[in-house]
């Protein structure tokens, strides 16, 4: 099992956006966070939006949104990672990487010792 930081970081194509283009990202993204929760054995530990006190688009950390998951395997986080690339945008014309980015941190659960 893998411990797994997803940053997601909003891109200016999201702040250039109608806001009916961006209501059509939003249900790309909550489709793109369904699929990462449904994928056989990952666990979401917890997820976290910072986007009321960073403004504009975040091309490097800091990044706008964070899931921290449980992963069994390499080949499963890329599978999530892989989301951004396949998850259409309204009519399909484009998919979310055009709006969002993401980069995973592999890692292990760190216990405090006592």
Same mark, same amino acid.
């Given at each position: 099992?893998? %411990?797994?930081?997803?940053?997601? *970081?909003?891109?200016?194509? #999201?702040?250039?956006?109608?806001?009916?283009? *961006?209501?059509? =990202?939003?249900?790309?993204?909550?489709? /793109? /966070?369904? *699929?990462?929760?449904?994928?056989? &054995? =990952? @666990?979401?530990?917890? +997820? /976290?939006?910072?986007?009321? +006190?960073?403004?504009?688009?975040?091309? @490097?950390?800091?990044? @706008?949104? $964070? +899931? /921290?998951?449980?992963?069994?395997? $390499?080949? @499963? =986080?890329?599978?999530?990672?892989? #989301?951004? %690339?396949?998850? !259409?945008?309204?009519? &399909?014309? $484009?998919?979310?990487?055009?709006?969002?980015?993401?980069?995973?941190? +592999?890692?292990?659960?760190?216990? =405090? !010792?006592?």
């Amino acid at each position: 099992m893998q %411990r797994v930081l997803f940053c997601i *970081g909003i891109n200016q194509n #999201f702040m250039n956006a109608t806001a009916d283009e *961006g209501k059509q =990202v939003w249900q790309a993204f909550s489709q /793109m /966070m369904q *699929g990462i929760d449904n994928l056989p &054995g =990952v @666990t979401i530990l917890g +997820i /976290m939006d910072d986007d009321r +006190i960073m403004v504009g688009p975040s091309a @490097t950390a800091p990044w @706008t949104a $964070y +899931i /921290m998951a449980d992963v069994p395997d $390499y080949d @499963t =986080v890329v599978e999530a990672c892989n #989301f951004f %690339r396949t998850t !259409p945008v309204g009519d &399909g014309t $484009y998919k979310l990487w055009k709006y969002a980015r993401v980069e995973a941190r +592999i890692g292990r659960e760190l216990v =405090v !010792p006592e």
